[in-house]
């Protein structure tokens, strides 16, 4: 007989963004940061066209730690990261009220603060992961950061703005930084989008 499974609770949150945009969303705990990063693209709406870091303290040494893409670094004094297929939740996330820190697009920096807040049991035919509540979109993609995403959003609301009409346009038609609906949110196979990443890494 199937049994219950455990899973984190996460507290999504973009930081220096007003409005607040945030998720809470279920993910298995014994998931890893690659599926965490699907996860996170999925429920804030990213579109993966970037790299992205995890960063977090070491639970037993307390040195940061970088969990992503493995690389040789993008500046000199960088070490590789962790690769986040090969790291488990449940190394970083212990208890309620444990954190990491997650970037996504290092040209925007766009930073997100990953909290757990619970750990819970659910049912055997749960879906995971699962959207359970958030608010506000996320900006576009390579808007230009926080400072890019304000202006943008300036231009926008003010048919008199110089650059009104090209923002409409470079954003396909209006935009609204209120929209979000979690039960409109889809998951993508974090196993399928790793297997096409490392092909095209490969080629």
Same mark, same amino acid.
């Given at each position: 007989?199937?049994?219950n499974?455990?899973?984190?609770?996460?507290?999504v949150?973009?930081?220096?963004?007003?409005?607040?945009?945030w998720r809470?969303?279920?993910?298995?705990?014994?998931?890893t940061?690659?599926?965490?990063?699907?996860?996170?693209?999925?429920?804030m709406?990213?579109?993966?066209?970037?790299?992205?870091?995890?960063?977090?303290? $070491? /639970?037993q040494?307390? &040195?940061?730690?970088? %969990?992503?893409?493995?690389?040789? =670094?993008? +500046?000199?004094?960088?070490?590789?990261?962790?690769?986040?297929?090969?790291?488990?939740?449940?190394?970083?996330?212990?208890?309620?009220?444990?954190?990491?820190?997650?970037?996504?697009?290092?040209?925007?920096?766009?930073?997100?603060?990953?909290?757990?807040?619970?750990?819970?049991?659910?049912?055997?035919?749960?879906?995971?992961?699962?959207?359970?509540?958030?608010?506000?979109?996320?900006?576009?993609?390579?808007?230009?950061?926080?400072?890019?995403?304000?202006?943008?959003?300036?231009?926008?609301? $003010? /048919?008199?703005?110089? &650059?009104?009409?090209? %923002?409409?346009?470079?954003?396909? =038609?209006? +935009?609204d930084?209120?929209?979000?609906?979690?039960?409109?949110?889809?998951?993508?196979?974090?196993r399928?989008?790793?297997?096409?990443?490392?092909?095209?890494?490969?080629s």
């Amino acid at each position: 007989m199937p049994t219950n499974r455990a899973a984190f609770q996460l507290l999504v949150t973009l930081r220096w963004v007003e409005p607040k945009v945030w998720r809470r969303i279920l993910v298995p705990a014994d998931a890893t940061f690659w599926d965490l990063h699907m996860a996170l693209q999925n429920a804030m709406g990213w579109e993966d066209e970037h790299l992205h870091v995890f960063r977090a303290p $070491d /639970p037993q040494t307390g &040195e940061p730690q970088e %969990i992503g893409i493995p690389t040789e =670094g993008l +500046f000199a004094d960088e070490k590789p990261h962790r690769a986040g297929w090969d790291v488990m939740l449940s190394e970083f996330f212990r208890q309620a009220g444990d954190r990491v820190d997650y970037e996504y697009d290092f040209g925007d920096g766009w930073e997100h603060e990953v909290v757990l807040e619970a750990i819970l049991e659910v049912g055997p035919k749960a879906r995971l992961p699962h959207c359970l509540d958030g608010a506000n979109a996320c900006p576009p993609e390579d808007c230009g950061g926080v400072s890019g995403y304000e202006d943008l959003l300036v231009a926008m609301r $003010d /048919p008199s703005h110089e &650059e009104h009409d090209s %923002i409409l346009e470079w954003l396909g =038609g209006p +935009f609204d930084p209120a929209a979000f609906d979690p039960k409109k949110v889809r998951f993508d196979n974090p196993r399928l989008r790793l297997l096409q990443m490392l092909r095209d890494m490969s080629s």
